[in-house]
Every structure is written in C-alpha cells, then in structure tokens.
C-alpha cells in the first residue's frame, strides 16, 4: 500500500513537469488583454445577475437594479469586444513593459491622493469648495495651463456641476461651510 502511494506521488510530479514542459502549467498569457477581458465579462455577468435580484421596473418607472443591470450589460459587452479583438493584430501589439513604459508612476499617486483627501473633505468642506479645490489640483497635473486658467476652468466645470446636480437634478449636494451662505 505504501509503495502504491509513492508511485503515484511520483507519477503525478513527472506528470506536472511534463504539462510545464509542454506549456500547460505555468505558461504566460501572451496578451493581457484576454485576461483581463476575461475577469470584466464575469464581474459583468456577476453585476447584471445581481441587479436582477432588485428589480428592474420599467423605463417609465425604474426600479432600484435597473442602471446596475444597463452598466453590467455595457461591461459584459465591452469585454466580449475586448477579448475577440484581441486575437487581431497580435504583431502590433506590444507587452506589458510598453504598456507601463513612459508612464509617471508620481502623477498617479498624486491624483489617488488627491481623490482620496477629496472624499474625506467633501462632507465638512461641501460640495463647491472641496470640487473646487480638487479640480485645480488635478489641472495643475497637467502643468501646462497658467494659473489663471487652472482656476478659471476650475471655478466653470464645479458652478456647472452644481447647476446640474443642484439646481436641475435637485441633488442635495453637501453644503459644508458654505451652508449659512448658500
């Protein structure tokens, strides 16, 4: 019995390093983007199922699933386009060292940063002065706007999302400090 179970100890080792040396195990994905198509297409599954168990209602009368079931069925889409479009051009294509060359790895941890530091400020700052502020952060990224700009543009995009939110959608956006004045 013994010496049975070391055969097939044995026997299932060289069978592992025979599918390793055949490429079965171990073997790299030669694009990316089939992987990774392939985990969006089960979130995206995961998010339409789910949003089904709320209810979907009707276009007159939405119910709570019904735009988590259009944007899981948009991923699931998207992904099946990205996977089969995958199997194209596979010469053009480069790895992933190109993918991540020339990329300024900072900026992207200042931009989390700041997102992070935004949502943390939103409640007691409000709504207008944390938007603002993030916004002429995230334009000085950019660096090449002078600063009159930054907070032209800044003060714009926030007075249009607040007409929007506030005003259009009534959105009760917070108020922070501002809330005595406005």
């Not at 300024?104 to 997102?115: A, D, H, P, R, T």
């Amino acid at each position: 019995m013994e010496g049975s179970s070391k055969n097939w100890g044995l026997g299932f080792i060289r069978k592992i390093r025979w599918l390793r040396y055949r490429g079965g195990i171990g073997r790299r994905m030669r694009n990316p983007d089939q992987s990774s198509s392939l985990v969006w297409f089960v979130i995206g599954i995961g998010v339409v199922l789910g949003s089904l168990k709320y209810g979907f209602g009707t276009f007159h009368e939405p119910g709570p699933g019904f735009i988590t079931f259009f944007a899981g069925t948009i991923l699931t889409f998207l992904s099946l386009v990205l996977f089969f479009s995958s199997f194209r051009d596979r010469e053009s294509r480069g790895g992933l060292r190109e993918l991540w060359a020339g990329l300024e790895i900072g900026k992207v941890f200042y931009v989390i940063l700041l997102l992070v530091i935004y949502t943390l400020l939103l409640r007691p700052v409000g709504f207008l002065v944390s938007t603002f502020l993030l916004l002429s952060f995230l334009f000085r990224v950019k660096a090449a706007y002078r600063p009159s700009t930054i907070l032209i543009m800044s003060f714009l995009v926030t007075a249009g999302c607040y007409i929007v939110f506030e005003l259009w959608l009534k959105a009760q956006l917070p108020k922070g400090i501002l809330e005595r004045i406005i």
